[in-house]
């Protein structure tokens, strides 16, 4: 027979009564196998719920990489806050003021007796001396009340503004908003006003005939 050990039950007997009055009773060492059982599920617990909220935390961050486009960029052609195509303004015309038809900027508009309501006859080298009013998109408008009515009309020179069937230009030689130098040039290049109709002709004076484009 197996002699006991020093501190210990009894080699081949697991759990036996202990006499030496302990106050945990026989099955003290039965308590710790349960505690280290116990500490060890616990513990585990503790590892799965770091894992799952690592994993939701990882989850989240990478959904967050391409945010939705924003309203604001898809609105960005919104006809509230458009630039009005024509004004009308001031300018001195054959030594007289006089109210004409001008850009947003206040250059006076000028219009050619060679031209028809769907051709332009400056177009080219001369487009460069008479910048043809283009817009690329949408209809002109006029930030005052005009009797005529603004269209547009495809041309040699894209989609050009016309007022009332006459393709509008503005004239290189003018370096500020109230001239009009291109007024008379070559004959055929005339301010135009609000008055401006569909049939109009010019008849300029001898004195208002400029040669040149």
Known sequence: MNAPAPNGP????????????????????????????????????????????????TSASSGGGNPPATAAAAGSNSPSGATSTV?????????????????????????????????????????????????????????SSLSGSLTTATTGNGRQVEYEGHPLYRYAGDSGADQANGEGKGGVWFVATPSLGSGSTATPSAAAVVPGY
């Open 10 to 57: 009894p080699s081949g007997s697991i759990l036996q009564p202990d006499r030496r009055g302990d106050p945990r009773g026989p099955w003290r060492h039965l308590g710790v196998f349960v505690h280290h059982r116990e500490l060890a599920r616990l513990v585990g617990a503790g590892a799965a719920v770091v894992l799952v909220a690592a994993c939701g935390s």
């Open 87 to 143: 004004k009308v303004g001031m300018a001195a015309v054959s030594g007289s003021s006089e109210q004409v038809l001008t850009e947003p900027d206040g250059y006076t508009l000028y219009y050619n007796t060679d031209d028809t309501s769907t051709t332009a006859s400056c177009t080219g080298g001369c487009a460069g001396t008479w910048p043809p009013l283009v817009l690329a998109s949408g209809q002109p408008t006029s930030a």
